[in-house]
């Protein structure tokens, strides 16, 4: 079975961390994603930039542009995408695109500053079942 | 990390928000900041045992407040002091405190504590040494460090700027759009005047002043984080951190300055530049350019480029007009000028700074760049003269070696001749 583990932490605490702290949690962090990594069990890792680089779109017949994290609580995180685009607005021609053919709720947009592949097998298939089917 | 390392990162990120809302409710800064130490001191005691609080701001603005006011009834002697544990106690005190307290309240909490630092009465310095002391909560020892003075006068410049904001009538009402928007503006020069204290420091200082222009990058992301949509406020955060990144590779083992041009760009760090490109492709969607913005578009121009060659100068030509019709300075039409003479040549960038004798005739940057202008046009001894101004004029024993190697290689091919 393939998981997702999203990270969650106050920003504004780890961005008053010391450039000395900081590299030493990624150290540590570094440390333990080696020994998943090796065992052929650790897929694409990543760090995000902090929110004040976000940008939303809130889908719809014309879509919204907002500045800054998606901070609504009434939907849930489904899955996400990760894209290699020129700039902002190419990112958002895409999510335009997907949110004209999967309408309702957001996409959040969070530029990467840190993206590791990771061991995984190219083509891994989440359900075990899907295997057999 | 260690506990402790921990609760000092959330106190000091809290710092802003609850010091800017006990400012609020008790409009003095000395109380507030009283308050605010004495919740530190119950949360250092509280937090390693019961865990940290859901939300820090919240737990050290309801306990510097209770403590705050015990203080008062203290010195009155009105009424006898409430047992220590109904105030020390989170569960009790966070579940009524997020009713009391008005969220919509704190953009504009911290807004104020930062604008009353840039009473414009106050001296750029003084903003400086304040914004740090009461905003970031530096020590007056971290303080006097950065700024390369004792701390008894740190301490002294300190309270001589709180007693001056005391006597100053402080804003307290909820500011109308405008209004926000003047003290936005205010608030971002001050923190871009932080930002410069750390930054334009020679190599000696550059180790001490680093935190600042770290602190500013933090300030400035604070303040995005409250003005979400304000592109300035993106263009003034994207360009700190488009400088910063050039950090490691400003000055050379001896401490003399490196050039842009002549810098290792592997040394330049990824993660700031990643993070000030996004910031300006969020900015310039909003077609609201403004100064910060442009500049920042101008050192993105720089990042942008793999190697010194690869600079896009007429893109830079370009940004530097629309700052000079923003922002008309001679210095501005001078930075204009140094590009111009990559992109269209020396002669234009000469006849460019030529009206500007007069007013950048104490410019070290104008004789620098003058002296550059007529090498390049083979004028040599024309250009020996403004490097000798230059040097007259500089400001750092960085500043002066790196024209006096000029005037060495100039020196050199006269005597090969």
Same mark, same amino acid.
């Given at each position: ?9 106050? =920003? ?26 090796? !065992? ?48 902002? $607005? ?42 057999? +089917? | ?11 000091? !990120? ?76 989170? =569960? ?13 309240? /704190? ?28 905003? !970031? ?13 004792? =701390? ?26 405008? =209004? ?20 334009? +420091? ?80 969020? +900015? ?35 940004? /530097?007009? !629309? ?24 002669? $234009? ?69």
């Amino acid at each position: 079975m393939l998981y997702a583990i999203l990270c969650y932490n106050s =920003e504004e605490v780890v961005f008053s961390w010391t450039k000395e702290e900081d590299a030493q949690v990624m150290e540590n962090l570094a440390g333990v994603q080696a020994r998943w990594a090796a !065992s052929g069990k650790l897929g694409p890792s990543a760090r995000l930039m902090p929110t004040t680089a976000a940008t939303t779109l809130r889908k719809g017949d014309t879509p919204l542009v907002i500045d800054g994290p998606f901070a609504e609580t009434k939907e849930q995180l489904l899955g996400f995408y990760l894209v290699d685009c020129e700039d902002l $607005e190419e990112v958002l021609t895409f999510c335009k695109e997907l949110g004209a053919v999967n309408p309702g709720g957001a996409y959040e947009i969070r530029p990467l500053h840190y993206f590791s592949n990771g061991s995984l097998p190219a083509d891994h298939v989440a359900a075990p079942e899907r295997v057999t +089917a | 990390m260690t506990d402790l390392a921990w609760i000092d990162a959330a106190l000091t !990120s809290a710092r802003p928000q609850a010091i800017g809302a006990l400012l609020r409710y008790f409009r003095d800064l000395d109380t507030a900041e009283e308050a605010y130490q004495e919740a530190c001191l119950r949360a250092l005691k509280s937090w390693p045992q019961k865990g940290p609080p859901r939300d820090a701001a919240s737990w050290l603005i309801m306990v510097g407040r209770n403590a705050a006011l015990d203080g008062v009834r203290r010195k009155s002697r009105l009424t006898e002091l409430p047992p220590e544990d109904a105030i020390s106690d989170v =569960e009790d005190v966070e579940t009524p405190m997020a009713d009391r307290l008005d969220g919509a309240h /704190y953009r504009d909490d911290i807004l104020r504590l930062m604008f009353i630092c840039c009473h414009p009465e106050l001296p750029a310095t003084q903003q400086i040494a304040l914004a740090l002391r009461i905003v !970031s909560g530096l020590s007056v020892k971290q303080i006097a460090r950065a700024f390369l003075v004792g =701390e008894a006068a740190m301490e002294q410049r300190i309270t001589r700027a709180k007693a001056r904001i005391a006597k100053a009538e402080t804003p307290f009402e909820t500011p109308g759009a405008v =209004e926000r928007s003047e003290r936005i503006a205010a608030v971002a020069a001050m923190v871009y005047l932080v930002f410069n204290e750390g930054y334009s +420091a020679g190599f000696a200082e550059a180790e001490a002043r680093a935190p600042l222009a770290e602190e500013a990058i933090r300030l400035g992301r604070l303040l995005l984080r409250l003005f979400q949509t304000e592109p300035e406020i993106m263009g003034l955060t994207a360009l700190m951190l488009l400088q910063h990144s050039r950090a490691k590779a400003r000055f050379d083992a001896d401490g003399a300055i490196v050039l842009l041009e002549d810098q290792d760009r592997g040394l330049w760090n990824r993660d700031m530049i990643g993070e000030g490109l996004a910031l300006i492709d969020k +900015a310039i969607r909003h077609r609201r350019p403004g100064a910060y913005q442009v500049q920042a578009a101008i050192a993105a121009t720089h990042a942008r480029a793999a190697r010194p060659q690869d600079t896009d100068w007429a893109q830079i030509d370009a940004l /530097y007009a !629309s700052l000079e019709l923003m922002e008309p300075s001679p210095v501005v039409t001078l930075n204009r000028a140094v590009a111009v003479s990559k992109a269209r040549g020396p002669a $234009e960038a000469l006849a460019m700074i030529e009206p500007l004798a007069e007013a950048l005739g104490g410019y070290f940057y104008f004789y620098g760049a003058r002296g550059a202008f007529l090498l390049q046009l083979g004028r040599k001894a024309e250009a020996r003269e403004a490097f000798g101004r230059a040097i007259a004029l500089a400001n750092t024993a960085a500043e002066a070696g790196h024209i006096r190697q000029q005037i060495d290689r100039l020196t050199a091919d006269a005597a090969a001749r």
